[in-house]
């Protein structure tokens, strides 16, 4: 999932299947989440993981100028004018799977002030080696513990398939995300995609065009004018010691926040010796 990062080899998932792992994770998501406020995030997965034995730190930051000037929910936090943010630690347990904790979520909000947020767990299983890879898939679930003013619910999860194709030296990217945003079973789950196209300049050097929505429960999409839809302008450079992701995102609707800035840094804290 982190940037420019070598991908590992796996047999035990590809005996596994996706279907099946999505199986698991519907049945892992039993408790119900409240309305989708904010995110600490704003990341298209790409299916890389740390290698084995290897820790990566992520920093995310968010920061919007001019965003919506209520809360998501009573007593959430107000958009506008906040930044948000967390520190994403990644272990490479294995070839195919890497663990991640985030921790801590914060903000800095004009309504709050500096605020914790919660903490959140991340499971990721990819397929081996997916930089090289014509075609690679892989799937992520999450698992969060939410303050009051972060989620109108304090335990939430998320279940993130990655499908993703690098045609040389263009990569296009797909998740179909599902919260579980709403009590109801599977049709009540929330759609939330997210879809990345990049030019590749180098192996150190991307621009990329991507898309951020939240749509709604699968049982009844919001109408369009209450779908966040926010486009984003990205550029993605790696180097020995520091990865970086920066962007500006629009909103097309009226529930979305109008701008947003993203600046996501990452580096290995014990390299193997490659990069």
């Known amino acids: 999932m982190l940037l420019f990062r070598p991908k590992p080899k796996m047999k035990i998932f ?24 904010q995110t600490d995030e704003i990341q298209v997965y790409d299916g890389a993981i740390a290698e084995p034995g290897v820790f990566n730190l992520m920093l995310h930051n968010n920061f919007t100028p001019s965003g919506q000037k209520t809360p998501a929910f009573p ?3 107000i ?38 947020n919660g903490g959140k767990i991340r499971l990721l299983f990819t397929t081996p080696h997916a930089d090289d890879r014509r075609f690679f898939y892989a799937i992520n679930f999450e698992f969060s513990y939410n303050s009051k003013h972060w989620d109108s ?7 993130r398939p990655i499908i993703g194709w690098h045609l040389h030296p263009v990569d296009i990217i797909v998740n179909p995300i599902l919260d579980n945003s709403y009590l109801g079973g599977f049709k009540s789950l929330d759609f939330a995609p997210a879809t990345r196209i990049a030019y590749n300049f180098s192996p150190n050097w991307a621009v990329a065009v991507e898309e951020y929505a939240d749509i709604g429960p699968l049982r009844q999409f919001y109408a369009t004018s209450e779908q966040s839809h926010q486009v984003y302008g990205v550029f993605d450079h790696s180097s020995k010691f520091l990865n970086i992701e920066a962007g500006v995102g629009f909103g097309l609707t009226g529930a979305s926040d109008k701008v947003t800035l993203k600046l996501m840094l990452s580096r290995d804290l014990n390299s193997r010796g490659k990069h």
């Open 79 to 116: 958009p506008d004018k906040s930044l948000n943010g967390v520190t994403e630690w990644a272990w490479g347990v294995t070839n195919w799977f890497e663990a991640g904790l985030y921790l801590p979520l914060y903000s800095i909000s004009k309504d709050r002030g500096a605020t914790i």
């Open 153 to 159: 619910r304090r335990f939430t999860s998320e279940i």
């Open 14 to 37: 590809e005996k596994i299947g996706v279907p099946a792992l999505a199986v698991i994770a519907i049945a892992l998501v039993g408790a119900p989440a409240g309305a989708f406020a």
């Open 75 to 77: 007593g959430g936090l």
